[in-house]
């Protein structure tokens, strides 16, 4: 990041009411003359870090978390280059702020507390407008869109144009974690109506008053708006987020070969999954082909997680049906299996055969197969809190000697289970990480750091690597070396005390080695034109950009 002048044009209100590029009270005072901002502020310049102590000092005023969402991000709205450096400060405590678990509220109650615009909103009745939008309202420099229709938010359901929040909240992390120059980024809802009672009920719903739309209409409004995008922005990086899974699975699979594009419910989530659980077997000693992997939740996220677990698998020599037979996911009927009933064809390829649950013992359900099963991995992603009871537990942890066991439903109120519970079942035994972040857990003497299965680890050291890179597609093998370069990273491969990630104050380095592995995939898949690591590596860095004040002059 370069800190040479920058010619800016706007002067006095309008140049405060820019969040790139307002300085608030640490313009210079020659700023303040050559912009017509003598008289519009205190007579004291301020630092960038008086600012930031300043503004950490309210924040923390705030008392409950929604309203401590609501100060981030109308400071975001405010003076971004001060929002980021106060989040980088604080990373730790404020990305479960900005993001999960608080973001699910947020989204919940996106229209009572809408302040100020930011991003598009690409409403159903726009259709045939939509060129003409992006033309008008998006910036001519955006590198990554991140997109959702709203109707799977976090696993709190559809939500409609409320779910503009995650969009927000995602790129926020692409910029904090990943270095990513917000300028660059653009968040979208595509506001295709909603079936949440409540929501069309609400007077102060700001989304189109309407319930979803037909499967039939769906389908050319979404190839509409990426038709658009590709036109407008030929070399983005969009990025598909809390569609319902019907739609999430369509649309990578039709779309992953016309633009550089990946679902990070199903890619992203199945990616630190991976990280997280090769990071277990080098805590065990225990290679990935031995193990009996149960996944309750055969959505998008349990059938990624699946499938990026078979490539490693596969790696290992096994065949396709040898690596999906480690696997035993559950829907909503129990089970899949030879003769059940599947909710989506994506499950077929994890049905066990009647012949290898001959002598099977109970129903199908969760505490039957973990009985039957005897599993060593225990993943999920189910949204149903508290399905992983103390029975079920105490018996998975009586055949396995460090069970891993990775409750990653969201927000943390549909987890299911809790990280203080898991370590007392298992008498410390268990290897966890969870969706949301939780406090470690002490328990007989000991402190158990807690490991959070946060997409940040990923997606905004993928995206870095594809700027850099200039990749015109994301592969599969992106996502596994994003895995195994995080996984390489886990302290637990030097400590088997340790958390199974690194900590989140580390997360910027974690996503320059991230961003290295996919580019170089993405070289060596055929997406990206040739280069060397060390000429990466100065892609990578010259792209990182970082919150600091550049001066200004004018543009004439």
Known sequence: MTDAPLAVSLRGRALLNHPILNKSTAFTEEERRLFGLRGLLPPHVTTLDEQAERSYHAYSLKSTPIEKHIYLRALQDRNETLFYRVLLDHLQELMPVIYTPVVGEACQRFSEIYRKPRGLFLSYPQRGQIEEILAESAPPETRVIVVTDGERILGLGDQGVNGMGIPIGKLSLYTACGGIDPRTTLPIVLDCGTNNRERLQDPLYLGWRHERISREDYAPFLDEFVQAVRRRFPRVLLQFEDFAHRHAVELLGKYRDQLCCFNDDIQGTASVTAAALLASLHARRAPLRDERIVVAGAGSAGIGIADQLSEFL????????????????????????????????????????????????????????????????????????????????????????????????????????????????????????????????????????????????????????????????????MFMAAAAALAELSPARTNAAAPLLPPLDEIRAVSRAIALATAMQAVSDGVAPPAADEEMERAIAGLMWAPRYRPYVRAD
């Open 314 to 477: 596969k790696r290992e020599g096994l065949s396709d049906g040898e690596a999906h037979s480690r696997f035993f996911l559950l829907n909503r009927h129990g089970l899949l299996r030879e003769g059940g009933v599947l909710s989506d064809p994506d499950q077929a390829r994890y049905q066990q055969p009647a012949a290898r649950l001959s002598g099977w013992q109970g129903d199908f359900g969760l505490a039957s197969v973990v009985r039957n099963v005897k599993p060593t991995i225990l993943i999920g992603v189910s949204t149903q809190p508290g399905m992983f009871t103390e029975d079920m537990v105490r018996e998975m942890a009586s055949h396995a000697q460090r069970p891993a066991i990775f409750p990653l439903s969201n927000p943390s109120s549909k987890t299911e289970a809790r990280p203080e519970d898991l370590i007392r079942w298992t008498e410390g035994r268990a290897l966890i990480a969870t969706g949301s972040p939780f406090a470690p857990v002490d328990y007989g003497g000991t402190r158990y750091p807690i490991a959070q299965c946060n997409n940040s680890y990923i997606f905004p050291g993928l995206g870095l690597g594809v700027l850099a890179c200039g990749a015109e597609r994301v592969t599969d093998g």
